[in-house]
């Protein structure tokens, strides 16, 4: 019974080996409820809310309050990045490739920070064939966990269908995540672009990933090919969580997909529900400002929750994934958190979610925000990506 325990929180918790996993069990052993009756009650903040008692009611209101709510999550949770390096250059990493019988074109570009050639990181670039500068084509962009992921043949490649998102008239930019910022479990261990920049900066891991996202954007930007206005930043897991944070930090991403991003992502952090504050401090402290560790044990002390950092991605489309045995990531709480994003996107008059209670495997996709809760547990599946490249081509296309 360890054993099935163990290869599940392996799973969920995205970990590499069945050992990290045992010691993730015996940090804080089954602490983490995942009883839907033994959720406490609480008050969920209204983004809309003035200190005067008042309510927003129109866009330039928000508009003014976005910076203070953007302000939260940067002191208290994800931290402060720098902006665009002034030595910020690009140089492609190897020749451009056909592969998959020539319908795709891969291209390594290596984003270089400054002049060190260790301060660098290697995106990797997939497009139709047939892009030009006369047929742009729109972008899906995201970190990934494994850096084998966008090998042919990889156990981890069906998490990027290449071959169908090229198929679709899409391309798809990656990094793994690791080599703009190391993630090893249970330990605080930079020795990535935070290094680079010292101890100036307080952001952890997720704002670094969503900094680099920024970077692979830019480059991006300067290639007649892509469209990089119609670039929608995905991610799962602790991608997912870096995919909102992204969006939320940098505007020119025109559509967001969070896939299972659970605590800290698109979950209601005050339901306590699968992972919360205290379990996932413990274990991945590295992926936070310091400031945010006060937290722990504490959901209903912190000034916002999750469904104000959605709101801060809108007018623009917003899709929120879940899975229903992926009690971890809490699938209720990443609804509720689409659903109370909603008043905001109607002040710009977007169509949020329908407010119904989801139904399994059936996309509530009809607005500019998305929910779906699907069979299955904690993973990014092709399935997955038919119902964020249709949201896509709804919006992007």
Not at 58 to 69: C, L
Not at 151 to 166: A, D, F, L, Q
Not at 203 to 208: D, E, F, L, R, V
Not at 339 to 358: M, T
Request: net charge negative; proline share 6%; with cysteine.
């Amino acid at each position: 019974m360890l054993r099935k325990i163990t290869l599940s929180i392996a799973i969920l918790a995205g970990m590499a080996s069945l050992a990290d996993a045992q010691v993730y069990i015996d940090r804080f052993g089954n602490a983490c409820n995942e009883n839907e009756a033994d959720v406490p009650e609480y008050t969920l903040p209204d983004p809309l809310a003035k200190k005067c008692g008042r309510k927003i009611t129109t866009v330039k209101a928000w508009e003014k309050k976005r910076p203070s709510v953007l302000g939260i999550f940067e002191d208290e949770m994800y931290g402060h990045a720098p902006g665009r390096p002034e030595g910020l250059h690009f140089e492609l990493a190897c020749p451009d490739e056909l592969i998959y019988d020539g319908k795709v074109l891969r291209r390594s570009v290596r984003i270089c920070i400054d002049d060190n050639p260790e301060h660098s990181f290697v995106a990797l670039i997939h497009l139709p064939a047939d892009a030009s500068a006369e047929h742009p084509v729109p972008m899906f962009e995201g970190i990934n966990l494994f850096e084998d992921a966008l090998t042919p043949g990889s156990p981890h490649s069906y998490r990027w269908p290449v071959e169908y998102i090229c198929g679709e008239g899409f391309g798809l930019a990656t990094v793994f995540h690791s080599s703009i910022e190391k993630d090893v479990d249970f330990t605080k261990v930079a020795g990535g672009v935070r290094d680079w920049y010292g101890p100036e900066y307080d952001w952890g891991a997720i704002a670094a990933w969503a900094w680099g996202l920024s970077r692979v954007l830019d480059y991006l930007e300067t290639c007649p090919e892509i469209d990089a206005t119609r670039v929608a930043v995905i991610g799962h897991s602790r991608g997912g969580k870096t995919a909102l944070w992204a969006g939320a930090t940098d505007s020119r991403f025109a559509m967001v997909c969070s896939n299972c991003s659970g605590c800290c992502g698109a979950a209601i952090s005050r339901r306590v529900f699968g992972e919360n504050f205290k379990s996932i401090s413990q274990v991945f402290p590295y992926w936070f400002t310091p400031n945010f560790y006060k937290y722990a044990d504490n959901e209903n002390a912190f000034p916002a929750d999750q469904h104000w950092l959605a709101a801060l991605i809108a007018p623009r489309p917003l899709y929120i994934g879940s899975a229903i045995e992926d009690l971890w990531a809490d699938p209720r709480g990443e609804w509720l958190t689409a659903v109370n994003a909603g008043p905001v996107y109607e002040l710009y008059g977007k169509q949020g979610v329908s407010g119904r209670e989801p139904e399994l495997d059936v996309p509530d996709a009809e607005g500019t925000v998305a929910y779906r809760v699907r069979t299955g547990i904690h993973s990014l599946l092709t399935s997955d990506w038919y119902d964020y490249m249709d949201f896509a081509k709804k919006h992007l296309k």
